[in-house]
């Protein structure tokens, strides 16, 4: 149960491992948040990038209430896994979390943030609305040509 590793739901006075327990909640946020896994009890060695992917944002929707740092979390995706990675990203914020994604891939940054906070060379210099910024003001800031 990749869902509740190092977190293991218990039952009994002998606290077994309640795996039908685990494999239920786990298929039930799988449904909800549309991600596409044959089976909860898959191991992540037999998951592809993406389903990895999206089981750790599963995770973190299942585990986390306040904040998610992901940082590039589609870095080492194709274009089908990335753009279902994204849709999870969204899902995750709709359901009210807050997400401080790290990417070096603008398009990206543009489609998911709502901000963004330009760093270079570990200082911040420069934070912008999404909606009211352009990719050529953060390339700017993002080069020192601003």
């Not at 306040?66 to 080492?76: G, I, K, Q, S, W």
Request: net charge positive.
């Amino acid at each position: 149960m990749n869902l509740f590793l190092g977190r293991e739901l218990a039952k009994g006075p002998l606290r077994r491992l309640d795996r039908e327990g685990m494999a239920a909640q786990t298929q039930t946020l799988f449904d909800e948040l549309d991600v596409r896994i044959d089976s909860p009890t898959k191991t992540a060695r037999d998951l592809s990038g993406g389903q990895r992917q999206a089981v750790a944002i599963a995770r973190a929707v299942h585990w986390v209430e306040r904040l998610v740092l992901m940082d590039e979390p589609t870095a080492a995706l194709g274009v089908a896994e990335t753009l279902r990675v994204e849709e999870l990203i969204r899902r995750m914020r709709d359901r009210g979390r807050a997400i401080l994604l790290v990417s070096h891939s603008l398009d990206q940054v543009f489609r998911l943030a709502d901000w963004i906070c330009v760093l270079r060379r570990g200082t911040q210099v420069g934070i912008r609305r999404t909606s009211e910024t352009t990719g050529d003001e953060i390339v700017a800031m993002i080069t020192g040509l601003r």
